[in-house]
């Protein structure tokens, strides 16, 4: 998908403002924000992928314009109304129709339990992986229908393979509810083959998965 | 119930939302906050259990404990630049986007800055709640085009024979930074070296730490 | 330049809102807006392409939200202020100073003329076209540092020549005050190859200029 | 005096108005308006000159009255396919960006659509002022992607075999479309004929003109 949300390279932006940067929350309604959509999100069919890729379908003033956490629970709230959870009613009312109460919500020791749990993304491989470190690998010159992960600003472009991760779930299907491993590297583009402007010997470090890339 | 994966269908409510809910974030955080524990898809011991946890647990001083060990112990560093993930495990700050942990080491001739442009990953659990800058347009948009003028604004004044590498996480594989140990601490404690590292330090838009402290 | 005035082919957008569209003005600050900006413009030396150059590196969100005419107001205030015709300091507190008035504004008559008047954008060439009609092309995989016209939905793409129309001045120069006649294609893609999604057998047509293409 | 060609200077000073012009369309027009005629930088006349010929003089019956032309005028068709700029002219028309214009021909197997995916380029002369939706960030994202979807929202259901053409317009060419001829309409006088041209058709957003009006 291509949408205002793939800001990389993108010129025409200010000084970065470096307000609020030494607190956890830069207000009361950030905070709560950012507990309400993780709350709600908790242990329910929402996956990760899915949840960045309705991040992405947000109105687009809205995604460059309103606070971030802010941004979460909006989303959070879209995947709750997509999935029947609450309904557009309720939500537009402001009010809980009696007779549909969602049961079970995360609890504290939910929290607790998964503050300290990483979750992992590695699966095995179905495949031998095309490419090996060294490597020299061409991204495809368009992105995907869907949610995807190659940047705009790295499509069509010449790298070399810094690292192999192994398999990861691709974030492109996860976004339409199926796990599919797929291997993952790390490449290294020259930030002067990415970019006309550029004139110093930078790089600029990616993580694509397999089908990202223009097979040779 | 299940997402019904469409994307056409969350663009449509989006814009329901976009056109009923209050436009203030403040109002409109409550009226949401009221009608999610009402409907019971949340739980108000939880949402005070996510606050408090980044508030009070979980922040920037882990990742500052976890870069002392490195200047310290060089069999840690070694662990921590080859699995990071396990590495911060040994800790005990495993949690949230910790699994796939890389740590990216700073040299006199490399400096590594970390962002994401596609949305505005982060290690949790190591370095707490993202600052705003980090999740602003404005970082996410130059970090990877301008990263020296990025470096600049935040007065880290880079060499041109440094080559930065900038690190774009666009997968589940989050990066921290691990910079150089300041001069003159020799024989310092792990935890006086701890509080010399800066939370921006570790993202890469600080560089030189002092040894009297930041 | 990358920014988020190249619009085309993105998603998230909804609905076209079809209000005011029988009105040639929609509100009597959007005709004020139209008509104080090219009656500021006028004969001055205010090229369209440092125009649209200037409108391109208005704050993004402003772009995206301001409404149309407001944002060409704004566009020809910010080329005013660049050359010195009137300042910041006498924008931000909304009085002239006195000392520096500009004498010579467009008059109506010179309106009139304007409005009869055709701009022609084609030069002789000053070298032989390097496409003809019926050639196979392919735009560069990435933009141009300043002011170009080259959409990034059309970058890295492979098209075919639709016309050749003659030299024309190029924007890229434009945008820096100098004037550069250099061959126009019209240049028809399959919408296929432009837009992973797309199964139709449409066409988009883009008119670029020579040094869009890679040599092949 | 001479523009700096410099883009972070506009940057910079658009930053600077952002700040600090009223945000309100109506008050930032007005105060800006006071200032520029006070300064000397435009004549409250020739403000009106602008205002008034787009009212009264330039609009869509324009272009209305060329298709209807080239619909009974075989000749003049082919001069208006062939050089649209100097077909306009003929017919007194010339003027705002009719300099390098191309008439574009709908027929039962191809429909043109245009649009301008950079800023908002259209052929003021003939057609008058664009209407919103043409500048829109919606229809300027959309036109070149899904521009059945598009149509379809403006009432027009075309069948798959038709073709369409989209023609963005990123030169100075502008581009008009010359709708097909309504059934019916056998010897209707060209001004009758103009009457069923609607602005839309011209732009590609409508298709099918009714004998009996729009």
Chains 1, 3 share one sequence.
């Not at chain 2, 056109?19 to 898809?41: D, N, W, Y």
């Not at chain 2, 993930?85 to 400096?111: C, I, K, P, R, Y």
């Not at chain 2, 300041?182 to 935890?191: C, H, N, Q, R």
């Amino acid at each position: 998908m291509d949408g205002v949300f793939d800001l990389g390279g993108k010129q025409g932006f200010g000084p970065v403002d470096r307000a609020h940067e030494d607190e956890p929350y830069h207000s009361e309604a950030d905070a709560r924000a950012y507990a309400l959509s993780v709350a709600a999100r908790g242990e329910r069919a929402y996956p990760i992928d899915w949840f960045r890729h309705t991040r992405e379908n947000m109105v687009p003033t809205d995604y460059l314009t309103r606070p971030y956490f802010d941004q979460w629970l909006q989303t959070t709230l879209a995947m709750a109304i997509d999935a029947g959870d609450i309904s557009l009613d309720e939500v537009i009312s402001g009010k809980a129709d009696a007779l549909s109460r969602t049961p079970d919500p995360m609890r504290a020791d939910d929290v607790r339990k998964a503050l300290k749990t990483p979750v992992n993304f590695e699966r095995e491989a179905t495949s031998a992986p095309a490419f090996a470190v060294g490597d020299t690998v061409r991204t495809d010159h368009q992105g995907k229908p869907g949610h995807s992960r190659l940047p705009a600003y790295a499509r069509g472009a010449t790298g070399t393979v810094h690292a192999h991760r192994g398999a990861h779930l691709l974030p492109d299907a996860g976004a339409q509810g199926a796990h599919v491993p797929e291997h993952l590297y790390t490449v290294g583009f020259a930030a002067r083959d990415l970019f006309p402007e550029v004139e110093t010997n930078d790089t600029i470090y990616l993580d694509l998965w397999e089908s990202y890339f223009v097979r040779r | 119930m299940e997402p019904s994966y469409d994307s056409a269908k969350v663009a449509e409510i989006h814009r329901h939302l976009h056109s009923h809910l209050p436009s203030e974030p403040a109002l409109r955080v409550k009226a949401l906050e009221s009608l999610l524990v009402e409907k019971g898809l949340v739980d108000p011991a939880a949402l005070d259990a996510w606050i408090e946890a980044y508030t009070e647990e979980i922040g920037p001083k882990r990742g500052a404990m976890v870069v002392a060990r490195a200047w310290t112990d060089p069999d840690f560093k070694a662990r921590l630049l080859a699995d990071a993930g396990a590495a911060v495990d040994e800790m005990g700050f495993a949690g949230q986007a910790s699994g796939h942990l890389q740590a990216v080491e700073n040299t006199d001739a490399v400096h590594n800055l970390v962002v994401c442009t596609l949305c505005s990953c982060y290690p949790f659990a190591i370095l707490g709640m993202a600052p705003p800058w980090y999740k602003a347009n404005e970082y996410r948009a130059r970090a990877v085009r301008d990263p020296r003028g990025v470096l600049a604004e935040f007065g880290v004044a880079l060499e041109p024979e440094i080559a930065v590498r900038v690190w774009d996480s666009t997968a589940e594989l989050r990066y921290m930074v691990v910079p150089q140990r300041p001069a003159g601490t020799e024989g310092f404690s792990v935890e006086a070296l701890a509080a010399l590292v800066t939370r921006n330090a570790m993202i890469g838009t600080d560089r030189d730490l002092a040894a009297g402290g930041a």
